[in-house]
Nanobody, 115 residues
Framework: QVQLVESGGGSVETGGSLTLSCAAS????????LGWYRQAPGDQRELIAE???????NYGDSVRGRFLLSRINAKKSVTLQMNDLKPEDSGVYYC?????????WGQGTQVTVSS
C-alpha cells in the first residue's frame, strides 16, 4: 500500500506559476515511479510528469519545457513547478505512485488558469 498526500494547486492567471507537491508513505526507492497526471472535464487522465526509479523524468508533450519535476528522496516526495501556465493546463491534478504491480492515486487537486 502507498498513501499519497498532495498539496498546492489553486487559481492563477495565464502566464503565472504554481507548485504542486506529493509526499508518499514509502521511500521513493521502493516505488517504480511517482508523478503527476491531469484530468480535464470530459478527458482522460494524461501524463504530466513522472520520476522513474531509474532517475529518468518523463514529461507530457504539452508541458515539456514549462514544467519541472523535482525528486526529494529525503522527504519521499516530488514537486512539480509549473511555469507559463495556460488555460488548457486547467484540470484536476492527481499524484500517482507505482508500487510493485499496482498504481496508487491521490485525491486530486484543482488547478485553474484564467485567461
Amino acid at each position: 500500500q502507498v498513501q499519497l498526500v498532495e498539496s498546492g494547486g489553486g487559481s492563477v492567471e495565464t502566464g503565472g506559476s504554481l507548485t504542486l507537491s506529493c509526499a508518499a508513505s514509502r521511500s521513493l526507492f521502493e516505488l517504480n515511479s511517482l508523478g503527476w497526471y491531469r484530468q480535464a472535464p470530459g478527458d482522460q487522465r494524461e501524463l504530466i510528469a513522472e520520476s522513474r526509479i531509474s532517475g529518468k523524468v518523463n514529461y507530457g508533450d504539452s508541458v515539456r519545457g514549462r514544467f519541472l519535476l523535482s525528486r526529494i528522496n529525503a522527504k519521499k516526495s516530488v514537486t512539480l513547478q509549473m511555469n507559463d501556465l495556460k488555460p488548457e493546463d486547467s484540470g484536476v491534478y492527481y499524484c500517482k505512485a507505482e508500487f510493485l504491480t499496482s498504481n496508487y492515486w491521490g485525491q486530486g487537486t484543482q488547478v485553474t488558469v484564467s485567461s
